[in-house]
């Protein structure tokens, strides 16, 4: 049964997992091409996750403050649930005051805004305020990093431990450049981040006798066009890290390069990686932000119609010179009965060249859609059957 009413607007959440062919791609480069004095590397389109060249990608190797993007997703996923705010005042424990290493010089007691500490850790990778933060929203640091470890597993990080929320020194701490790479795109996906991790200079305590003041201690923020983020390390053991993003019109593209032996060679060596991705490739958008994905029908729910709109750009990494038109997009849906979970698969829309699938959106319900009661599908059937309906279709094509 079709009809006009109940129609509800649905955002959805997607996956993109997508596609290596990248592989192929990689293989043009050679092994060491790009990051030759880095012990690894990858480089991929933030939108789809294609691999553009890697290098010992799934190597086991400490992280250090690049764990501080896991730190971070965690806030970003908390203000999102509205468990915490910016507005939040953050009492510092003598536990997150005690961290050495980079820090903003956190005392005891002193209380400071969660946007102030989250902007901490994305410009000065602040120890002391990542503890700060972690403490705020799960109560304690072990707590916290078990959240860390639990929501590494939901994404899929196969090769990461964490110990602590800052990725100073510790046994069995580790993770390698195709898993920092997920938990990067998993944090833009969280746009707003990266109001913080793009700041090159910046003072905290400004109302204050003793202002603070902050450099970003990723450089090319400022030096690299388009680069607003995100997260340096260093240790003694770990070496020179960084995990970079940088766009240009609607391409976003990370590298990440690990074990770098000083500062120079890893800015060096992520710049080269960017600038072969910008050279070499594009992408073309499928469906824009916000976007209408189609119109489907709900069998027997309270609203029997659902319109779809894609909450994040999705899109094809192509080469430069390549006709998008050789895509073909399909989109299919599973069969959608009331009662809708939130999170329920609705299906996917396939983008595919030559009959060989490139990209996928994999769509999820957003919101809960009850069943409609006895009455309501009882009116609804009399209405159906004094006013014929227009049917809506989900609409299908090519991604052009």
């Known amino acids: 049964m079709r009809s006009r009413i109940g129609l509800v607007t649905l955002l959805i959440f997607f996956c993109c997992p997508l596609v290596m062919p990248s592989m192929a791609w990689a293989s043009q480069v050679s092994e060491g091409g790009l990051a030759p004095q880095s012990k690894s590397a990858l480089l991929l389109d933030a939108d789809t996750g294609t691999v553009l060249y890697e290098k010992n990608s799934r190597e086991r190797l400490a992280p250090a403050s690049i764990t501080k993007i896991m730190t971070m997703l965690l806030v970003m996923e908390g203000l999102d649930a509205h468990k915490i705010s910016y507005e939040d005042s953050v009492r510092v424990s003598e536990r997150a005051a005690s961290m050495g290493g980079s820090q903003i010089f956190l005392e005891p007691g002193e209380t400071m805004k969660l946007s102030e500490l989250l902007k901490g850790v994305a410009v000065g990778s602040a120890n002391?305020?990542?503890?700060a933060l972690a403490e705020h929203l799960a109560g304690t640091e072990e707590d916290f990093v078990a959240q860390m470890n639990k929501r590494a597993e939901q994404l899929g990080m196969k090769d990461t431990h964490f110990q602590n929320p800052n990725g100073l020194p510790a046994s069995n701490h580790y993770s390698t450049a195709h898993d920092i790479a997920i938990m990067s795109r998993e944090l833009l996906k969280h746009p707003e981040i990266t109001r913080f991790t793009r700041i090159y200079e910046d003072h905290l305590r400004k109302d204050s006798k003793n202002p603070f003041w902050l450099v970003n201690t990723n450089r090319l923020v400022k030096f690299y066009q388009g680069m607003d983020g995100l997260k340096t390390g260093f240790?003694?053991?770990a070496k020179f890290c960084l995990s970079a993003t940088a766009k240009r019109k609607n391409f976003r593209v990370i590298a990440v390069v690990m074990g770098a032996p000083n500062g120079k060679t890893?800015?060096?060596e992520i710049t080269r990686m960017l600038n072969f991705a910008f050279s070499q490739y594009t992408n073309h958008v499928v469906y824009k932000h916000g976007e209408?994905?189609?119109t489907v029908?709900?069998?027997k729910g309270k609203k029997n119609h659902m319109m779809i709109r894609a909450p994040h750009q999705f899109s094809l990494v192509i080469k430069k010179g390549e006709?998008?038109?050789g895509y073909v997009k399909r989109v299919k849906w599973n069969k959608l009965t009331a009662p809708l979970k939130k999170g329920q698969s609705l299906g996917s829309i396939l983008v595919e060249k030559g009959g060989r699938e490139v990209a996928r959106m994999d769509?999820?319900?957003?919101?809960?859609?009850?069943?409609?009661?006895?009455?309501q599908l009882t009116k609804r059937t009399l209405k159906w059957m004094f006013f014929l309906p227009e049917d809506v279709e989900p609409s299908q094509g090519n991604p052009s």
């Open 235 to 237: 240790t003694a053991q």
């Open 266 to 268: 890893r800015n060096q």
């Open 292 to 294: 209408k994905i189609a």
């Open 323 to 325: 006709d998008p038109k």
């Open 363 to 375: 769509l999820a319900a957003g919101q809960e859609i009850p069943r409609a009661n006895t009455w």
């Open 128 to 131: 002391d305020a990542s503890v």
């Open 297 to 299: 029908h709900v069998d």
